[in-house]
């Protein structure tokens, strides 16, 4: 079965880039999303279609597809930026990463 | 920006059924595929079932298949998900979340989550 492979947890500076990855096979030739959830909040879309950013999201946050990676980059890292990360393609069903907690410390 | 409101979040017995609701406030629900999406306490999230826009075909996790069953009520803007044999590892929040541009897409709004618990 298609699965998305994220790390557990990523620490970064304040200031500093942080930078989120999510493998699965062949995902350079599919779409991929990222969300943010924060503790006792819904989760909200970051990115779509591997690197667009919705409107209302900062410029900070940008991502990048090549080959079985996506990756979410987080420039200038806030302390509000702390917060799980998801990352979510499709291969016949929906898939979602286990999901990244960043810390920003 | 659309919103949604989940409902009929309940504590229920291993066996036992529940059906959960999704509230839409614009018109344009009709027009979008729809999908419910569950994350169990501390855990990550999971795609549960998703619903084209004009309900004519459904999909679903292997994990609920033949238990659960998604509809819509465009003309209510309504979601629903009944959940029928419930099990403990049906415990979670479940969110209502509209796909964009096909039930293959990226989830572009979410609702609060409503929860589900399953124990005795």
């Known amino acids: 079965s298609f699965d998305l492979t994220q790390p557990p947890s990523v620490s970064v500076s304040p200031g500093q880039t942080a930078t989120i990855t999510c493998s699965g096979h062949?995902?350079?030739?599919?779409?991929t999303s990222w969300y943010q959830q924060k503790p006792g909040q819904s989760p909200v879309l970051v990115i779509y279609?591997?690197?667009r950013r919705p409107s209302g999201i900062p410029e900070r946050f940008s991502a990048s597809t090549s080959g079985n990676t996506a990756t979410l980059t987080i420039s200038g890292t806030q302390a509000i930026d702390e917060a799980d990360y998801y990352c979510?393609?499709?291969?016949?069903?929906?898939?979602f990463g286990g999901g990244t907690k960043l810390t920003v410390l | 920006d659309v919103q949604f409101l989940e409902s009929g979040g309940d504590l229920v017995q291993p066996g036992g059924s529940l059906r959960l609701s999704c509230a839409a406030s614009?018109?344009?629900?009709?027009?979008?595929?729809m999908t419910w999406v569950r994350q169990a306490p501390g855990k990550g999230l999971e795609w549960v079932s998703s619903?084209?826009?004009?309900?004519?075909?459904?999909y679903y996790a292997d994990s609920v298949k033949g238990r659960f069953t998604i509809s819509r009520d465009n003309s209510k803007k309504m979601l629903h998900l009944l959940m029928t044999s419930l099990r403990a590892e049906d415990s979670a929040v479940y969110f209502c979340?509209?796909?964009?541009?096909?039930?293959?897409?990226?989830?572009?709004?979410w609702g609060q989550g409503t929860l589900v618990i399953v124990s005795s």
């Open positions: 279609q591997n690197s």
């Open positions: 979340a509209r796909v964009i541009p096909d039930w293959s897409g990226y989830h572009s709004s």
């Open positions: 614009e018109r344009t629900f009709q027009y979008y595929a």
């Open positions: 979510q393609a499709w291969d016949a069903k929906t898939v």
């Open positions: 619903i084209t826009d004009n309900g004519g075909s459904t």
């Open positions: 062949n995902l350079g030739f599919k779409s």
